[in-house]
């Protein structure tokens, strides 16, 4: 099958950092198209773009003439389309169960209070200073990364990854809310578990390739 793939994100945006490790894990090639989120006033409120994707979030992912939008959904498109490749999904329905769970926690309860839209709003309409915004991002991170580490203490699944001895979609969703708990200096001592999965995924090249500052667009 034609691969055909452009992805539309931003080099920091933690979803469009997800659909990267996923592509990377499929041993997938695509082009990628940087969206500036801040730049012009954020590039993803252009007309062109909003034509695309009418949220004006990244990211996007084109699969010929076919777009598709929501990281979690494109990572479960790739999987399906791609069975050949390794597969980021349980295969058996009470672990797959599991394993959205976890990944929603992560990209639906932690990573969307500390957005940019919301730290925006927040300022704007609020004016939240600087260090309460940073505090407010530190508190969501605490509160999801304590019920993670707890899921992943009690879970029979949890192995060298979230969901056993090979990475998969929870790992794909753990790693980039990682990255922003060292952005906004949160401390990752009361995690151990996620800790220590985190430097096992860091060790890859899937990982690593799709890291932030390994991106044509990030700044320098």
Not at 118 to 137: D, F, G, I, K, T
Not at 149 to 158: G, I, V, W, Y
Request: glycine share 4%.
């Amino acid at each position: 099958m034609n691969n055909d793939l452009t992805l539309y994100g931003y080099w920091r945006s933690s979803a469009a950092y997800r659909v990267r490790i996923a592509l990377e894990l499929k041993g997938l090639t695509y082009e990628n198209r940087p969206v500036h989120l801040v730049r012009d006033g954020g590039q993803q409120h252009s007309e062109d773009y909003r034509r695309m994707n009418p949220q004006e979030l990244v990211p996007t992912l084109k699969h010929g003439q076919r777009v598709i939008t929501q990281s979690l959904a494109i990572i479960e498109y790739l999987d399906e389309i791609w069975p050949d490749g390794p597969p980021l999904l349980p295969a058996v329905p009470r672990d797959r169960a599991h394993a959205r769970a976890m990944s929603l926690q992560l990209a639906c309860d932690v990573h969307p209070l500390g957005n940019l839209r919301v730290l925006q709003y927040l300022e704007s309409e609020y004016a939240m200073p600087q260090v309460e915004r940073e505090n407010w991002v530190r508190h969501w991170i605490e509160v999801g990364f304590h019920a993670l580490e707890a899921m992943l203490t009690q879970s029979p699944n949890t192995g060298t990854y979230c969901m056993g001895d090979s990475p998969g979609l929870v790992d794909i969703c753990l790693v980039p809310q990682v990255y922003n708990a060292h952005r906004w200096r949160a401390s990752m001592d009361p995690y151990p578990t996620i800790r220590r999965i985190h430097e096992a995924c860091q060790a890859l090249p899937a990982f690593r390739a799709a890291a932030p500052e390994a991106q044509p667009d990030a700044a320098r």
